[in-house]
């Protein structure tokens, strides 16, 4: 089943691809490559949570952390349907970046990560959504948000 096919089976509709905040673009070709730059959990233009990934009071747990980290790999596909064309141009999602703002006591980021990864091999499948992947802690997230994730895809 292609890519777009199985988007439309899930129920995902790809969101339009805001405006960069910076001098940047949110996504660019290079060779067989696209390149997302990272992208935050935004629903509608605005993020459903702030602040940072742990346990206890005024803190994202890590389960809200992990669907931020799924809404925010839909927006990265849609940052890679911008410059491609169609999803189902990609032949393998080689990597994967996530970013957890996290409380110091935290050290669960690859799950929380797993959101995005889970999504993609829901998306292109076992064989194609495999990737390598880096699940990084760090102090804090561009707009406080509590995840970003950037993709790198091969396409053809």
Do not use: C, W
Request: glycine share 12%; aromatic share 6%.
């Amino acid at each position: 089943m292609s890519a777009e096919a199985r988007l439309a089976e899930l129920g995902i509709t790809l969101p339009a691809v805001p405006a960069p905040a910076g001098a940047y673009v949110p996504a660019l070709v290079s060779g067989s490559l696209v390149f997302t730059a990272g992208q935050l959990p935004f629903v509608s233009g605005e993020l459903p949570a702030t602040g940072k990934v742990g346990a206890g009071d005024g803190l994202v747990s890590a389960d809200e952390a992990k669907a931020y980290a799924r809404l925010s790999a839909i927006n990265a596909l849609a940052a890679a349907r911008s410059v491609l064309g169609s999803l189902d141009r990609v032949t393998r999602v080689v990597k994967v970046v996530g970013f957890v703002a996290s409380d110091p006591s935290f050290t669960g980021q690859p799950g929380v990560i797993n959101g995005a990864s889970e999504l993609l091999g829901e998306v292109f499948g076992a064989e194609i959504g495999a990737h390598a992947r880096s699940a990084v802690g760090v102090a804090v997230l561009p707009l406080d948000s509590p995840v970003e994730v950037e993709l790198i895809l091969e396409f053809a």
